[in-house]
């Protein structure tokens, strides 16, 4: 079956809300480590991908899923040891004030119950978000995520605070925080007093933002002063992407009253949990239960368990750390080489490149530069508000060989028109 | 690890929100066809599954998952041929007008999606639900489903209809389309005329109420005339459970707009999706892209793909309907026999069984039967408002063994004091 086959048929099944990558849409039909195989055979460097973040096809992730899959698969209404052995093992790498956590099958399943865990715990309903969040697809939060664009209305509950990237890195810290006050003032004068404030750790949405570390704590200080909790969002974040530390709030020294977690939990296996304070939940538990069929199944807490022994055993945040520090020479090297590379934006494996005409955004030429990578078989993607910010998030077993190959490709995609 | 070590780690690392069944919750680990086995190698008979409706780590599903996640695991953003093709299978079941499906990761993504896509389409916000209705955990669908209790709140825009089990089986399609008549009514006079009507068509939560088969056309035809939609959830009634049908839904000849599935899709594998008219999703798709980063992946789509040719393959209504009918029998007998059990209700696999003293409703009583039950190694629950009825769902595997063995359980059970 012919690309453009594949594209009719998905079309005609599937309809217009699902969206493809690229120009040229890919099409996968093998994956391993960092590669991806299309149908012809030809390997395509992976460098955008937080999913499969232990790098595709994980064996000992097939393994544990394998095992368990021919085991047993229930749900939390029986008793069963893995999903206390991947609870245990997941607050371990989490502050000790962090202490209860619930398995969810999204991102946006954790989002979603941190909003109502918020909600039972305050009695307000007010959020705050950043002006181009993305937190997930349910009701409430993709009202939460502004970069889904105009066509999804928002409550009167949702407010959003300038992104950090509107501040300069010097005046980022008091700056956001001050931004903070604003909307507090503002929500609290119209009636929906904070419960809550949510960002992404690294901003990736609002175009990777993650310097200096340490900025986001006044702003996050203010919501708590305020009554408000402070939802870390670490589907993008989390589980050592930064290579600093398992959870991008730990680079700030912050203290969350929740972390939600979902993307990278299962290297690809739906799985994704909220964490938090007992007390939080226990205010919750009063007023409802709560049983998600497929969270904390144990298929799933197998796969989760799983990532987050290799995370520990091979210890990839050192990897991360190393080759983080490598990208990060390259690009800069390249930024100073190119006059279409402006700020190079990141921590760990996880990068934000500004392209520019003349100084200015210039998201045409991020689009052309992405599709000239896939063409040479080179997966990125772009973000931000211009859409000017080249997004790189390679699996977190990415190595220096890959690295010079991604900077090759790169160098000559920024050359190019 | 003893019961009770299980129970007090889980309070630990989980917290209250979770619940587990039975008076002594049960640890399984192990499960083979209509089978779930104790640490201590006992075999439970698993009466009370919806989830792994082909039968505990179905083999051939096993492998579909197994192959695929040793294969390739991505998104919905590359082009792939399974997702087409579980696609193609699942609207080849259902009606011709039913021609796009978008895939999530549970039921309550299903149905929390398709609210946005029934407001995105009408423009309406308002929302009728069953008085007992169960739709999911999402703050938008757990607003959806009294069943959770007082401690959910509700928005002013949601909307219930009496149970259809307030009126005798002669009287229900007559009552039930008044009752809605009436909502519809003070709905639209309160400013929120009706979006969507929703509901599971086998009213698992309001106490399973099955006939007339038809009763519930006259209903639906008045919230589709009022322009309102109608969403068939079938996550409980769906993937062959009535063994008349493949959709509950079509036991009452009804035309839904859009029709919502999760629990069985994948044997236990977390996936799930919603199909639909097109010009719905038309609609949803100019005004927001939809990426659900799990839903629709290969390995999803190769699971619930697996469970559909299963179904065809091993002629599973079949089987459904000739069990069905052996039950039904045996439980409208046990009711000749026993003054505790009344009225007997369901279709396919799928039964209510009410337990009375001195024909009133007693949910004490069913309690010790489900519990009686459980020690004698067979698994049901119940349900309904003053949770009186059985509940009685075994996999579509179930053969008349595994109902002798049920029905000589149950028969000792009801004449425990």
Redesign the interface.
Known sequence: ?T?TD??T??E??????????YDE???????EGVW?YDAAGDAYLDVYNN??SLG??HPR??LA??RQ?????????????T??DC??TL?ATLPDHI????FT?????AN??A??IAE?YTGRTGIIVTELAYHG????V?QMSPS??E??VRGPHIFTVPSPLRFSSETRAAGFAQAMDDVIARMTKAGFPPALFICDTLFSSDGVISDPAGFLKPAVERVQAAGGLFVADEVQAGFGRTGEAMWGFQRHGLSPDLVSM??PMGN????AGIAMR?EL??E??????????????P??CAAALAVLNVIAEDELMVNVRQVGAYLTDGLRTLGDESKAVGEVRGAGLFFGVDIVTDGQPDGDRARRIVNHLRQHKVLISATGQQGNVLKIRPPLVFRPEHADRLMAALSRAVSHP
């Open positions: 079956m690309q594949l594209i048929r998905r005609r099944l599937l309809g217009p809300a699902y969206r493809l990558f849409p890919a099409h996968f039909v093998r994956g991806l999913v499969a595709h096809c992730i097939a899923i394998t899959v021919e085991t047993l698969n229930t749900h939390t209404r029986y008793l069963h040891e999903i206390l609870a245990e607050l202490d209860r956590v619930m099958c999204s991102g946006s399943e979603d119950l909003v109502r039972a697809v349910t009701q409430a993709s889904l664009g066509g999804v979902g993307k690809g296996h739906p799985v007992a939940i226990e919750f538990g009063k007023k409802s239960r709560y049983f998600n069929t497929f969270g904390g199944n298929v799933s």
